[in-house]
């Protein structure tokens, strides 16, 4: 398991300051966001929230697809990368957070499901932070809520 860096190593601030603005526009959305999306069209969902969205590839994806969405990062860079990006974007807030230790976000219609949506993000944390993210999560969610996550 590949240890969590970090805020002294700065891998991801480092990471997404090399990229550029409106990069994750140009790339198709990940296979994982498409079969997400294809599962909660079925359902009556329209917030979800991008765990470490990271260049938002999958934010604007879904964004796209009418969902309200909440990208989160712990990586300054990477939220000014999003930020950047959705600016203009109604359907899209952008937060620097880590998830697994503050309060994840709902909606202000919290009678309505959520789906939380994780991709590449668990196994990149050690086991405490693990435990750390899920105690947080399970916090957070709902009975008719979701989860999805993809993970290596």
Request: one cysteine or more; hydrophobic letters at 40%.
């Amino acid at each position: 398991m590949r240890k969590i860096l970090n805020d002294e190593n700065n891998y991801w601030d480092n990471y997404y300051g090399h990229l550029r603005k409106n990069t994750s526009q140009k790339m198709p959305p990940s296979q994982f966001a498409a079969f997400c999306c294809a599962e909660l069209m079925n359902k009556d969902i329209n917030f979800l929230v991008d765990i470490a969205a990271g260049d938002g590839r999958d934010t604007i994806f879904f964004a796209n697809q009418g969902f309200k969405v909440f990208a989160l990062d712990k990586s300054s860079k990477a939220v000014k990368l999003l930020s950047d990006q959705f600016m203009k974007h109604p359907d899209v807030q952008v937060l620097e957070m880590d998830a697994t230790k503050d309060k994840l976000p709902q909606s202000a219609n919290f009678d309505f499901p959520h789906a939380y949506y994780a991709r590449f993000f668990l196994h990149a944390l050690e086991e405490n932070y693990l435990i750390k993210f899920f105690n947080n999560l399970s916090k957070t969610m709902k009975c008719s809520d979701y989860f999805f996550a993809e993970y290596r």
